[in-house]
């Protein structure tokens, strides 16, 4: 079985809060990058996407109270209703909550990629993160980056579908007060 079947539901999550509750953590993430400009994104046929107001998006439970300033939340709507979303900024500083650090990421910074259950295998992901990466590169980004956990793999394959490529690992581990951190690039013949 894999790992993100495992940890990737309601009782895993469950599981995972108990622990960092007790203060045991545990975090690898992937960053993803690649080289903008890219083409203006082509608006899907079945759906709209658009940059939104947080409220828009409110019905799939996104998140939105921890947007940080000049955060977007670009959305995907069909007849009105959210069918999915996602947060993009532009040579922002985010708390990065599983990693317990703050980052700063030049170019845009891509995070939150959601789409409803029912929407899912449809495009959707792929169209909000083609459209947010052709936003910010009008608004002068140059490259744009992407953490993803390693058992992430739906996430993983969609920033991969779209020309990213791993450029560092981050390791986090807490337990009690003694914690490590570490970052280790990509291997160039791994890149």
Not at 7 to 31: I, K, W
Not at 145 to 150: E, I
Request: proline share 6%; with cysteine.
């Amino acid at each position: 079985m894999q790992l993100h079947r495992l940890v990737r539901n309601p009782y895993g999550r469950a599981f995972y809060d108990r622990l960092q509750a007790a203060g045991v953590t545990a975090t690898m993430m992937s960053e993803y990058g690649r080289s903008l400009p890219v083409n203006d994104a082509p608006d899907p046929d079945a759906f709209r996407v658009k940059r939104c107001e947080p409220a828009a998006v409110r019905a799939l439970a996104a998140p939105t109270d921890e947007l940080v300033d000049g955060e977007t939340v670009v959305g995907a709507f069909a007849d009105g209703t959210p069918l999915g979303y996602l947060f993009c900024s532009v040579d922002a500083t985010l708390p990065i909550h599983p990693l317990e650090r703050t980052l700063s990421f030049d170019g845009a910074y891509v995070r939150r990629v959601f789409v409803a259950l029912d929407h899912r295998e449809r495009g959707v992901a792929g169209a909000l993160l083609d459209w947010a990466l052709a936003d910010a590169s009008g608004d002068g980004a140059e490259r744009a980056t992407a953490l993803v956990a390693r058992d992430n793999i739906p996430s993983r394959a969609l920033f991969e579908s779209r020309g990213f490529g791993v450029r560092r690992r981050h390791f986090y581990a807490r337990v009690g007060p003694l914690t490590h951190y570490s970052v280790r690039e990509r291997e160039p013949s791994q890149q």
